[in-house]
């Protein structure tokens, strides 16, 4: 964030080289901001394709246990009927 010194000079120049200096400093303040929160939403993001490539991967696992849900309930009837 960008502080503002009051100064008063005899020279307009001088209060004009002030601010530019200022305002240079805030826009470079700025830039490493926005750099920061670029990479902090790039971080995001591959968080984001991580999770999701884990949830798929989950939903495909219980799809299988349900296909396979009828198959055990077979299996289980008859080791239950044999014994």
Do not use: H, W
Not at 24 to 40: F, I, S, T
Request: net charge negative.
């Amino acid at each position: 964030m960008c502080s503002v010194a009051v100064l008063e000079f005899d020279s307009g120049l001088a209060v004009a080289m002030c601010v530019c200096v200022c305002v240079c400093v805030c826009l470079e303040d700025r830039g490493v901001e926005y750099r920061e929160l670029a990479q902090r939403e790039e971080e995001l993001q591959k968080q984001l394709i991580s999770l999701s490539e884990e949830n798929m991967e989950l939903k495909f696992e219980v799809e299988q246990a349900n296909r396979d849900i009828p198959r055990l309930k077979v299996t289980f009837c008859r080791i239950t009927y044999i014994s």
